[in-house]
C-alpha cells in the first residue's frame, strides 16, 4: 500500500466506478478490529464534511459507548446548489462503503444505512453494494432521501430510517446516544465516511499534508454562480479568490456555505473555520456561489429566502409565519421598498432565531444578516430607484 501514498492525494484520485479498478487503486478495507480507528481520527483532526464540523473522533466514540448501535451514512444533499456528495457516490461509491463499514467496526453497530436521493446516486450505490457481498462484514440498507432541503437534517434523517416522514424536528438527547428507536446512532456525511477509509488506510501524518494545521486535510466544495460549475477538492485554506479563478467577469461577493450560509466580499479570505468566523461564516457543506458585479446581490438574496421559507417543514411557528414574512420583506426590499424594511428583516430574523424545532431558522437568519450587511450599497441604491444590474454602478 505504500506505493499507493504517493499516487492519492485526496478522494477524486481514488475514485473508481467499480470494486476491481478500486481495488487496484485503493486496496481492501483496512479493517481495524479494534478501537484504534478513533485514535487516527482523532489524530488526524478529521471533523464532519456536512456542515456542522464536529470532530469526528468525539461523535464516534459516544456512539461506541452504547449498545446495539445504529450508523447512518447521510448522502440526501437537499440544496440545490450543491453536487459534491452526489459526484462522491457516482464515482466513488466503494470509498464511501469502505467509510461506512470502518465506522460501523467502530461502535459494533446492530444495523447500517445508507440515506441517498433516488437517482443515479442510488444506482451506484446499489451496484456496489452487489459487488461487494464477500468483502463488507456489515448488510447494508439502502434508505432512498426525498429532495427537499431540510431532509438530510440530522433528527430528519432518523426519521426516514425510522420509516417516518423526513422532518427535522426537537430531539432532547443527542442523536449519538438516543436515535433510531432510542439507540445510539451516528449518522455521518458521506464525504466524512470517504475521508476515514483513507484516513485509515494511509494515516494521519498522510491526512494533515493539505490544510492547515489547526483544520487540516481537503474537502470537496461545489462553485457555481459567476464561474463554471462543478466539484472540485482543494485543501481547507485555500483562499476564495483562487477558488473562484477563472471568472470571466468581476467578482463582488460569494456566498460561502450554501443557503445558510454568509456573503463573503473580500476574496482574500482563507476558506476555512477559523477565517471565516469574524464575518459568521463557515464553509458549511461546501458550497460556494460567486456573484459578479453585474447582477443584483440584494436580489439573489430574496430570490434564495423565498426558496428557503418555501422549504421549511411548517412545523413550528419560526417556519410557518416568520420565514413567509422575511421572504415577503426582503422580497420588497429587492423591489425598492422604503427605508423601514432593512430593519424589519432584521428584526424578523432575531424573532425566528433559537425558536424553531431544528435549525432551519437560524440558517435563513444567518443568511438574511449576512445579505443586508454586504450589500447595503445595494439597498440604497434600489431605494433610490436604481440597481448595479441596470446602471453597472
Not at 499534508?209 to 472540485?232: D, K, Q, W
Request: hydrophobic letters at 45%; charged letters at 20%; one cysteine or more.
Amino acid at each position: 500500500m505504500t506505493a499507493l501514498v504517493h499516487k492519492i492525494t485526496g478522494l477524486l484520485d481514488a475514485a473508481a466506478p467499480d470494486l476491481a479498478t478500486h481495488l487496484a487503486r485503493n486496496g481492501p478495507v483496512p479493517w481495524r478490529r479494534s478501537a484504534a480507528l478513533v485514535g487516527e481520527l482523532r489524530e488526524a483532526g478529521l471533523t464532519g464534511r456536512g456542515g456542522a464540523g464536529f470532530p469526528v473522533w468525539r461523535k464516534i466514540s459516544t456512539v461506541a459507548e452504547g449498545r446495539s448501535a445504529v450508523v447512518i451514512g447521510n448522502g440526501a444533499e437537499g440544496e440545490p446548489a450543491s453536487d459534491k456528495d452526489h459526484t462522491l457516490l457516482v464515482r466513488a461509491p466503494h470509498l464511501v462503503l469502505d467509510g461506512l463499514q470502518l465506522a460501523a467496526e467502530a461502535v459494533r453497530a446492530a444495523e447500517v444505512y445508507l440515506y441517498v436521493p433516488i437517482g443515479p446516486a442510488a444506482d451506484a450505490v446499489r451496484a456496489a453494494l452487489a459487488e461487494r457481498t464477500q468483502w463488507d462484514a456489515m448488510p447494508v440498507t439502502v434508505v432512498t432521501a426525498p429532495g427537499y432541503f431540510v431532509a438530510g437534517q440530522e433528527s430528519a434523517v432518523v426519521a426516514a430510517v425510522e420509516g417516518r416522514p423526513a422532518l427535522p424536528a426537537d430531539r432532547l438527547e443527542l442523536t449519538p446516544r438516543a436515535g433510531v428507536h432510542g439507540r445510539p446512532t451516528l449518522v455521518q456525511n458521506v464525504e466524512t465516511l470517504a475521508h476515514t477509509a483513507q484516513i485509515a488506510r494511509y494515516g494521519p501524518a498522510w491526512f494533515r499534508r493539505r490544510g492547515t494545521a489547526e483544520e487540516p486535510g481537503t474537502f470537496l466544495v461545489t462553485v457555481s454562480g459567476a464561474v463554471p460549475r462543478g466539484v472540485r477538492e482543494v485543501p481547507i485554506g485555500v483562499p476564495l479568490g483562487e477558488l473562484l479563478a477563472g471568472a470571466t467577469t468581476g467578482l463582488r461577493a460569494a456566498l460561502v456555505g450554501g443557503y445558510h450560509g454568509t456573503w463573503v466580499s473580500d476574496l482574500s479570505t482563507p476558506l476555512s473555520r477559523k477565517a471565516l468566523v469574524p464575518v459568521g461564516g463557515s464553509i458549511g457543506a461546501g458550497v460556494v456561489i460567486a456573484l459578479d458585479n453585474v447582477h443584483c446581490g440584494l436580489k439573489a438574496a430574496a430570490d434564495v429566502t423565498r426558496y428557503l421559507a418555501g422549504q421549511s417543514a411548517r412545523q413550528c411557528g419560526p417556519c410557518r409565519n416568520g420565514l413567509p414574512a422575511l421572504a415577503a420583506t426582503m422580497t420588497a426590499l429587492a423591489d425598492g421598498g422604503g427605508p423601514d424594511l432593512p430593519e424589519r428583516a432584521r428584526k424578523l430574523a432575531d424573532l425566528v432565531e433559537r425558536r424553531g424545532a431544528c435549525g432551519h431558522p437560524d440558517g435563513t437568519a444567518r443568511f438574511v444578516r449576512s445579505s443586508l450587511a454586504v450589500f447595503g450599497d445595494e439597498i440604497a441604491r434600489h431605494q433610490r430607484g436604481t440597481c448595479v444590474a441596470r446602471s453597472g454602478r
